[in-house]
């Protein structure tokens, strides 16, 4: 089982970001984030009516508001984040595909209890 490139750029992205804010961790909120820059899945968001502009002021306003700067180091998943991943693998793993793409991902995102996104 793989991730699409879809999702490596996405996560890459996500990566940028969580390093930008100088943050340690790389969350759901990082993840959604660099999602909604995607130019071809936030038309499909647009498409079902998603407010982006305000999605994407939310996100980064609760990203630069209630995360920490971190010690030294590159970012890494969060547990939340890494059980999105599972829970994304394994639908997909159940639905007999061979590769995760960034659908399944936000589905999984949404997914999340605790969590802004």
Partial sequence: MKTG?????CLDVATKIAGKYGHSYISTE???LAIIRDKEFSRLLHKFGVQLLEMRNDLESHIVNHYS?????????TQGLERVFNRAL???????????????IFISIM????SHS
């Fill in 5 to 9: 490139k879809d999702v490596d750029k």
């Fill in 90 to 104: 394994t639908s997909v793993l159940f639905s007999g595909r061979e590769q995760v793409h960034i659908i399944d």
């Fill in 111 to 114: 997914a999340e209890n605790n």
């Fill in 30 to 32: 990082h993840m959604l």
């Fill in 69 to 77: 700067k971190y010690t030294n180091g590159k970012p890494v998943k």
